[in-house]
């Protein structure tokens, strides 16, 4: 079954102490992307990656990190987590062939607390 | 001014009725996705237009690129159709997303 996996579903974690949230797809997708969704405010991209080793800053990276060591797998990290980054996140892929967009495939999002 | 705006924020209806939720834009874009996200969060892509429009069963999808405006139709509206539906443009790799609009149909 072609999906988006991302892990875990919840995390309540501490300022400052370092965690990741793992996204996953097996499609065969070359964009991944990051995304952050607050009330009010929508979703928002946070960074996204054309291909392997291809990354890029969205609307809101800061406080991010990302990395695209394999094409499956897009890691989003923050490094010293604070209360503002207490967020609803979302991971998504698209295939992308030749430069142009098909549909969006999302993960199942991460509610992630920081106290 | 967002660059993407959606309208209505909000909406009820009846079982039945013809919804119409549109959505404008101010940028040049290569795609306009139309996303459903129903309570307790998943999103799923419905559409993704780059021109003219798209049906798929009751759902009916628009796009005036000249107008940057784009409408999704539901017909014979049902209650599994309550959900937040939100639009969003892609430039080039950046996806922008407007701030959705929650529909929720009575029986």
Redesign the interface.
């Known amino acids: 079954e072609a999906q988006v996996t991302q892990n875990p579903r919840y995390l309540i974690t501490v300022t400052g102490k370092k965690l990741t949230v793992t996204c996953s797809q097996n499609m065969n997708h070359e964009?991944m992307?990051w995304?952050r969704q607050d009330p009010?405010?929508?979703?928002?991209?946070i960074y996204?990656s054309?291909n392997v080793e291809v990354t890029?800053k969205?609307?809101v990276p800061e406080g991010y990190k990302v990395s695209r060591k394999e094409k499956r797998n897009f890691p989003l990290i923050l490094e010293s987590p604070s209360p503002n980054q207490t967020s609803?996140y979302?991971c998504?892929s698209s295939g992308r062939p030749r430069g142009v967009?098909?549909?969006?495939?999302?993960g199942?999002?991460t509610?992630l607390t920081v106290t | 001014k967002n660059e993407v705006e959606q309208s209505p924020q909000n909406l009820t209806a009846q079982e039945g009725e013809f919804i119409t939720i549109n959505c404008s834009y101010s940028v040049g874009i290569?795609?306009l996705?139309w996303?459903q996200q129903h309570p307790g969060?998943?999103?799923?892509?419905l559409f993704?237009l780059?021109s003219g429009k798209k049906k798929h069963g009751r759902l009916i999808a628009t796009i005036n690129i000249q107008e940057k405006h784009s409408s999704l139709h539901i017909t014979a509206s049902h209650p599994r159709d309550s959900a937040v539906y939100?639009c969003?443009v892609?430039r080039d790799?950046?996806?922008?997303?407007?701030?959705?609009t929650r529909l929720t149909i009575i029986p």
């Open positions: 964009y992307s995304y009010g405010l929508g979703l928002r991209q996204y054309m890029d969205g609307d609803l979302f998504a967009w098909s549909p969006l495939h999302f199942n999002g509610r | 290569s795609a996705h996303l969060g998943g999103i799923v892509s993704m780059s939100i969003a892609s790799e950046k996806l922008t997303f407007g701030t959705g």
